[in-house]
């Protein structure tokens, strides 16, 4: 799963480090922007909203002491370590890609942001440390209304962030297909580091 994952990744940097966008881009944009539902732009602006600094990292801190408050601290260790990885990572593909954000004579640029595109960061956060968060709640606390609002929580976050990206004019969803293959692969071997480390 993981090398599929992986070798899916590397062809689509290595496609979109050498093209601004595909026509499937500005198809994917244009169709979403069409959609007026109500309250939807809103949803799209909030969902996109815990990804920005500093709630972020307020979210990201609030996380981390909670659990090592509560005595969790491989998990506040395995948590911190995904954050500051992923965000790392994140960087490092943007400089290395260096690809231009929609333009707005293409799209209606609703967010506008003036790093590189590729690969999303706020989906890479998304998945790989939300995700992770997520499959903590899943596996840690017993059945509950907290546990299950939590859970539906993190993951509407989860499924919803690429469709905002692209719908907010902040990203192509060529940018938000590599984050979910990147994120995910970090999740799934995150996931495995702290099962090996729970061991321990």
């Known amino acids: 799963m993981s090398g599929i994952l992986l070798v899916f990744f590397l062809v689509l940097t290595f496609m979109s480090a050498n093209t601004l966008y595909f026509q499937i881009d500005l198809t994917i944009t244009n169709t979403l922007q069409m959609l007026h539902f109500p309250l939807f732009p809103q949803l ?4 996109s909203w815990f990804g920005y600094f500093p709630q972020s990292l307020f979210l990201t ?3 981390l002491i909670l659990f090592y408050t509560f005595g969790f601290r491989w998990e506040a260790a395995t948590s911190l370590g995904i954050a500051v990885f992923d965000e790392t990572i994140n960087v490092l593909l943007k400089t290395l ?3 231009p954000r929609p ?10 942001v003036n790093n590189y ?12 440390f939300f995700g992770f968060i997520w ?13 299950t609002v939590l859970l539906f929580f ?6 919803l962030v690429g469709v905002s990206r692209v719908y907010l004019g902040a990203h192509w969803s060529s940018d938000v297909l590599g984050a979910y293959l990147l994120g995910t692969l970090i999740l ?13």
Not at 103 to 112: P, R
Request: net charge positive.
């Open 44 to 47: 799209m602006v909030l969902v």
């Open 61 to 63: 801190l609030l996380i």
């Open 97 to 99: 890609i260096h690809r």
């Open 103 to 112: 333009a707005a004579n293409l799209v209606n640029v609703v967010t506008s």
């Open 117 to 128: 595109s590729f690969p999303s960061g706020h989906v890479m956060y998304y998945v790989a």
């Open 135 to 147: 499959f903590l709640i899943y596996a840690l606390l017993k059945r509950s209304w907290i546990r």
């Open 154 to 159: 993190f993951g509407i976050l989860i499924l």
């Open 188 to 200: 799934i071997v995150s996931i495995q580091i702290y099962i090996w480390g729970k061991k321990r």
